[in-house]
């Protein structure tokens, strides 16, 4: 079983930067694939970002390319998630998952674990 748990949310600025980290308990951690997700108020939780078992494989989303970065550091057990140029529809709770595949996915139902959350507000 993997345990998961997300910081570095807050408040920024339009046009700022983020860092997000997960921080995952266990020893099988390089076996899961790992994503982030996000939800908005009364919207549905949708994939952001994707990274394989090896720091290999990255996919994202097509309304994050080129501002957000996926990274993982298996010998800490830790996913980051790097966010640039953020937007004000970036806003919302941004969730890490796990998932055993060896295949990019960005279907929620493809995770097995997931983190509680941490909240990221882009003010205009």
């Known amino acids: 079983q993997v345990q998961l748990v997300e910081s570095g949310g807050g408040l920024v600025q339009a046009g700022g930067s983020l860092r997000l980290s997960c921080a995952a308990s266990?020893?099988?951690?390089?076996?899961?694939?790992m994503g982030w997700f996000r939800q908005a108020p009364g919207k549905e939780r949708e994939f952001v970002a994707f990274i394989g078992r090896n720091d290999v494989a990255t996919y994202y989303t097509d309304s994050v390319k080129g501002r957000f970065t996926i990274s993982r550091d298996n010998s800490k057990n830790t996913v980051l998630l790097q966010m640039n140029s953020l937007k004000p529809e970036d806003t919302a709770v941004y969730y890490c998952?796990?998932?055993?595949?060896?295949?990019?996915?960005?279907?929620?139902?493809?995770?097995?674990?997931w983190g509680q959350g941490t909240q990221v507000t882009v003010s205009s």
């Open positions: 266990g020893r099988t951690f390089n076996r899961y694939a």
């Open positions: 998952a796990a998932a055993n595949t060896p295949l990019p996915t960005g279907r929620r139902n493809d995770y097995d674990y």
